[in-house]
């Protein structure tokens, strides 16, 4: 393809058509499949708890957050290395990696919003969202607007993982690592102080799984803790023949038990929406990288 003396949007329009033709001749629908079947797994395992009980809650969210950077990586991170030799020559002859990459973050922004839109449809078959106290209109627009960003922002790593790699090979043995790093660091599976605090600023899943707790409502839900304490003093109770009734120990464990609240989950618009910008800035960041790492393609020595 000459690209010479092209302009840049020309460029962009030129390499879309091509996004297109590749998805269709190459079956690329399968990402669409492969998306809806994780989406689906997804749901199955969560339980009737989700939005009702905190443990629950944080789960579900952080099981769904990762069903969107798994699917997101996966869209992308074969995508610029497979064609290497072809971007190499091309932009011998013209070719603006600030238009390529341009027509990837649009082809790829299409992919991300159908798959939000089928892990919203899919999750929404098997979990009871909240229907009220929506921050912008409404609850399953906040989920779709989280689960597009997350997975696009997943997606442009993996196209900067792809920009930066040489080989598919290659490509794929790092996406595991990128994902583990992810899940880690997300605050979920431990707790994040100090540098690791800071590190987790640097990923995805954090940025996520804050957005959708704080659409959970997630301070003001079913403390589970408080549930389990209840349960095991009925127990004990119950098996030493105490002079007291359940409703004495609910009473009790009320008026004692202190919740703590997450300030990274208080249910308000602005915290929601700087946890969106902080998604949409690890985006950015990501795509330039991918333009930066291409721009030394003419230097491979294969």
Request: a neutral charge; aromatic letters at 12%.
């Amino acid at each position: 393809m000459s690209t010479t003396k092209v302009s840049r949007a020309t460029q962009v329009g030129i390499y879309l058509g091509k996004h297109w033709r590749l998805f269709i001749n190459e079956r690329g629908w399968k990402v669409l499949l492969f998306g809806a079947v994780i989406s689906a797994l997804v749901s199955l395992v969560l339980g009737s708890g989700m939005f009702v009980y905190t443990m629950e809650t944080f789960s579900g969210c952080f099981t769904l957050i990762s069903a969107c950077i798994w699917i997101g990586i996966f869209n992308s991170i074969q995508t610029i290395c497979k064609e290497r030799a072809i971007i190499k020559r091309e932009h011998r002859a013209g070719l603006h990696i600030t238009s390529y990459i341009a027509s990837h973050l649009i082809f790829q922004a299409g992919i991300c919003l159908l798959q939000a839109a089928i892990l919203l449809g899919i999750s929404c078959l098997f979990l009871s969202y909240p229907s009220g106290n929506a921050l912008f209109g409404s609850v399953l627009i906040e989920y779709f607007i989280t689960y597009f960003l997350a997975t696009y922002a997943a997606d442009v790593l993996g196209l900067a993982i792809s920009a930066i790699v040489k080989t598919p090979t290659t490509a794929m043995t790092v996406m595991p690592f990128v994902l583990i790093i992810q899940l880690i660091l997300s605050g979920m599976l431990f707790s994040l102080e100090g540098p690791l605090g800071f590190f987790g600023n640097l990923t995805i899943s954090k940025w996520g799984l804050n957005a959708t707790a704080i659409s959970a409502d997630y301070n003001n839900l079913e403390n589970t803790q408080q549930i389990q304490f209840s349960y095991t003093l009925k127990q004990m109770a119950h098996q030493q023949s105490l002079p007291v009734t359940d409703e004495q120990i609910d009473q009790m464990v009320d008026e004692n038990f202190t919740q703590s609240v997450n300030p990274a989950y208080v249910h308000d618009a602005g915290n929601l929406a700087g946890n969106w910008g902080m998604i949409v800035l690890h985006t950015f960041v990501y795509a330039a990288v991918a333009v930066i790492a291409l721009e030394f393609v003419d230097r491979d020595k294969r």
